[in-house]
């Protein structure tokens, strides 16, 4: 059990060299993605299993401007799997991540604990440090603006939190309430005048406005599939993407499901009011989709029955790593590859030619080639301590 001073200030396990590396990479043109692992939870062909003895949550930042990408911190969080993988962020200057989604597990009561703080970790001190922030409500989804200055974290409770950024000092500025059940995903478009947030029990997305830091609801509301779950932008200001879960992404959904297909919904944010253009059909449980930073590609993480159990007839032993292109305002695939066993969050590097995909049975992050509509599995594998549950870049 952790001591109160633990739980304020958790100790960061930091590679050989580390401060050296951090400040030589601030150096360059780093491409900075966070990565939320779960130790504490293992999945067994299906089956969710809590472990003795499991070894403490952990967030890694990693420096993708080069490849393979280099782990530059751990620092021991809490983090878990249950929700949306983007239930991490971070400032574009990488001084300091935001953490959501802490849970626990009672052994004595065999029960999961989900807790209502956010977790601040100071990537500049050292070691790093983390202190929590009571939202009132289990944070899901976060995302942080390009200024670096405002971020919004979404609710279990449908609401969302403004929280004030400076330096390494977080503040929670307002509350809204735009839902009577769950949230999930949570994303700001590129100009920073809007975000979107995906209204995972009642369906579609809502649409916020924020201007000079101030935050409210438009009252517009996006059509989308069933669950709609992550939500990714792109860099040229154009898109918008959301993944679709489906029925398995409801709560307590009672039916027996065997792997059916699902969607992901392309919407146009070039333009007001927006709109969702087309839905894509993908394989079951697209729990992560992102859209290149050049607004060119589509990757989506597909779990396609690696979640199921080995007596249901949709189990597969692995996912899909799907790449649609979008040419002409529409989204047509070009590619898929096998990915991992129930994998989780997807992202792209800064420079569109990589993907990064969690593999959370396997606790690696995978790296897969894009390449003029070409999907490579490139066979590179970073190794984590925990199952790899939520994934964020830096605001581009």
């Not at 830091?213 to 932008?233: E, F, K, N």
């Not at 394989?283 to 249901?312: F, H, R, Y």
Request: net charge negative; with cysteine.
């Amino acid at each position: 059990m952790h001591t109160p001073k633990a739980n304020r200030t958790r100790c960061a396990q930091a590679l050989a060299g580390l401060t050296l590396a951090f400040a030589a990479c601030a150096s360059h043109g780093a491409d900075w993605i966070v990565s939320g692992n779960d130790a504490k939870y293992q999945r067994v062909e299906g089956r969710d299993t809590y472990p003795d003895n499991a070894r403490p949550d952990t967030l890694t930042l990693l420096d993708a401007s080069r490849f393979p990408p280099q782990v530059k911190v751990q620092v021991e969080v809490e983090n878990g799997i249950q929700g949306p993988p983007q239930a991490v962020a971070l400032t574009p200057d990488a001084h300091v991540a935001l953490v959501g989604a802490p849970t626990r597990y009672d052994h004595a009561a065999q029960k999961l604990l989900m807790d209502s703080f956010l977790q601040v970790v100071d990537l500049q001190a050292s070691p790093p440090t983390v202190t929590r922030l009571d939202l009132g409500s289990h944070p899901q989804g976060i995302a942080i603006d390009r200024s670096g200055r405002l971020a919004l974290v979404a609710g279990l409770d449908g609401s969302v939190t403004v929280l004030g950024i400076e330096g390494n000092r977080v503040t929670l500025v307002d509350t809204l309430k735009i839902a009577q059940k769950r949230l999930a995903g949570i994303s700001f478009t590129h100009d920073g005048r809007h975000a979107l947030v995906s209204l995972r029990d009642e369906g579609g997305v809502a649409v916020l406005n924020v201007a000079d830091g101030h935050v409210s609801d438009s009252g517009q509301r996006l059509s989308s599939g069933v669950a709609p779950y992550t939500i990714d932008v792109s860099s040229d200001g154009k898109w918008a993407v959301v993944s679709d879960v489906g029925l398995a992404g409801l709560p307590a959904y009672a039916g027996k499901l065997a792997g059916d297909a699902d969607t992901v919904t392309l919407i146009d944010v070039s333009h007001e009011p927006f709109r969702a253009v087309q839905h894509l059909t993908v394989p079951s449980l697209p729990e992560g989709v992102a859209i290149s930073p050049d607004g060119k590609w589509i990757g989506v993480q597909a779990m396609d029955g690696s979640n199921l159990t080995p007596d249901n007839p949709g189990r597969h032993a692995r996912g899909k790593v799907v790449l649609f292109a979008i040419r002409n305002g529409q989204a047509v695939q070009v590619a898929e590859a096998p990915g991992g066993e129930a994998a989780q969050g997807i992202v792209f590097t800064a420079d569109s030619r990589y993907l990064i995909v969690q593999f959370n049975v396997e606790k690696q992050l995978a790296l897969f080639a894009v390449n003029g509509g070409h999907l490579r599995d490139t066979g590179e594998r970073i190794a984590l301590s925990g199952g790899p549950s939520s994934l964020r870049t830096m605001p581009r």
